[in-house]
């Protein structure tokens, strides 16, 4: 599948179908070793990164993110920051092809991020065509939901002297899987423990914040 700078730029997604398949045993079996190829690590001719973007999360939760090829980079790793605050970002290229982008940005709520005209991956504009009544809400301790390819989570953080949002917000990119329900699956099971791991790395202490649209706001 050819990658270009407008990673995924419409999506049309029946969310009747997608709930369906978003089961507890559909999850596992795609995330914990099924028998879909995206995960298997034979078509990989390099090693899986130890940590994704920098954050710990369990590494069968990430890797069917990354497809077969030969040659992995990541840039602006989340390790390499002293907090994770506003526009902070990691990109990962696959054999010199851009495969997953994640970000954190101080958005209120997930309508302000699909709607945000600073959407850029690798210097180019990005027009995102997600549509909120297309996503697949997540449960767990954060707001999330996801698409094919896109998923986001957000908290509102406590108001705290110094602070310069009053919320938190986790976008993650990926071209692999390309099978929709598949991407689905996969961003479900990991988009709540990749929040978390963020979360610990940020400069946002959860908790209720009234300027936030998050609901804890």
Do not use: K
Not at 3 to 24: G, K
Request: proline share 8%; glycine share 10%.
């Amino acid at each position: 599948m050819s990658m270009s700078p407008s990673l995924r730029p419409r999506v049309v997604v029946a969310v009747s179908t997608l709930a369906a398949a978003l089961t507890a045993g559909a999850i596992l079996a795609t995330v914990a070793g099924g028998s879909s190829s995206s995960s298997d690590p034979g078509q990989r001719e390099y090693a899986l990164p130890d940590t994704l973007c920098g954050l710990e999360v369990p590494r069968d939760l990430y890797a069917p993110l990354f497809g077969p090829g030969a040659r992995l980079s990541v840039e602006g790793s989340f390790e390499d920051t002293t907090g994770l605050a506003t526009m902070d970002r990691c990109t990962i290229e696959l054999d010199g092809e851009l495969t997953l982008w994640t970000e954190v940005s101080g958005q209120d709520s997930f309508e302000g991020e699909l709607a945000s005209t600073s959407n850029y991956i690798a210097g180019e504009p990005v027009e995102l065509d997600y549509e909120m009544a297309d996503g697949v809400p997540v449960d767990g301790e954060y707001e999330a939901m996801v698409w094919p390819g896109y998923a986001l989570a957000g908290t509102s953080c406590r108001p705290s002297p110094g602070a310069i949002t009053n919320s938190f917000t986790l976008v993650l990119r990926a071209e692999h899987p390309d099978d929709e329900e598949e991407s689905v699956q996969v961003l479900s099971a990991l988009i709540q423990p990749y929040m978390r791991a963020a979360l610990t790395h940020s400069q946002c202490e959860p908790g209720p914040n009234p300027a936030s649209g998050y609901s804890d706001g």
